[in-house]
T-cell receptor, first 112, second 111 residues
Framework: ETGVTQSPTHLIKTRGQQVTLRCSSQ?????VSWYQQALGQGPQFIFQ???????GRGNFPPRFSGLQFPNYSSELNVNALELDDSALYLC???????????FGPGTRLLVL | SQKIEQNSEALNIQEGKTATLTCNYT??????LQWYRQDPGRGPVFLLL?????KEKRKERLKVTFDTTLKQSLFHITASQPADSATYLC??????????FGSGTRLSIRP
């Protein structure tokens, strides 16, 4: 176990809806990253938060947004869901740059 | 454009042999590179990190090399076992706090 938890484990939404995914990092880990992983692909970096501020972003549109809270939890919000948003969403926390990333088990999102 | 490529989608080898996986990158100058293992339906698990000034790193049956001239990392599993069967991912951190993953190599060790 990595000490990183995610909820829910599975979710089904319809196109156009909004979704919020949650992650609880290891205590003391002030850096959290979110990834999208399609079947058969590597994780794609969505964004990273450090001390509640976004400090890195991948090639994802603004309808993907996030929040990080002082209690080491974080959220990924996706608005106006599209069919292609169906994927495994992973969060990973770490102490800082060049430190080990610890991944959660992921949330599998299906958009119909 | 920046790219990371892992040499093959799948690798099938006999138990006891050494598995060698390749990760090539272009248009990056990473300070370090990481390797992860991922089992079906699970999140990736960190295995090893190697820095640009390190040629080789070992951990038990695992060995990683990093050649910044060739822009390549090799990941070796010696004395492979069926329990080593999984997808292996390489990842590097570009500037601006972005961690980029390759698409992974699915390794199968047959008894």
């Amino acid at each position: 176990e990595t000490g990183v938890t995610q909820s829910p484990t599975h979710l089904i939404k319809t196109r156009g809806q909004q979704v919020t995914l949650r992650c609880s990092s290891q205590s003391g880990h002030n850096t959290v990253s979110w990834y999208q992983q399609a079947l058969g692909q590597g994780p794609q970096f969505i964004f990273q938060y450090y001390r509640e501020e976004e400090n890195g972003r991948g090639n994802f549109p603004p309808r993907f947004s996030g929040l990080q809270f002082p209690n080491y939890s974080s959220e990924l919000n996706v608005n106006a869901l599209e069919l292609d948003d169906s994927a495994l969403y992973l969060c990973a926390s770490r102490l800082g740059v060049e430190e080990t990333q610890y991944f959660g088990p992921g949330t599998r999102l299906l958009v119909l | 454009s920046q790219k990371i490529e892992q040499n093959s989608e799948a690798l099938n080898i006999q138990e006891g042999k050494t598995a060698t996986l390749t990760c090539n990158y272009t248009n990056y100058s990473p300070a370090y590179l990481q390797w992860y293992r991922q089992d079906p339906g699970r999140g990736p698990v960190f295995l090893l990190l190697i820095r640009e000034n390190e040629k080789e790193k070992r951990k038990e049956r695992l060995k990683v090399t990093f050649d910044t001239t060739l822009k390549q990392s090799l990941f070796h599993i010696t004395a492979s076992q069926p329990a080593d069967s999984a997808t292996y991912l390489c990842a590097l951190e570009s500037g601006a706090s972005k961690i980029i993953f390759g698409s992974g190599t699915r390794l199968s060790i047959r008894p």
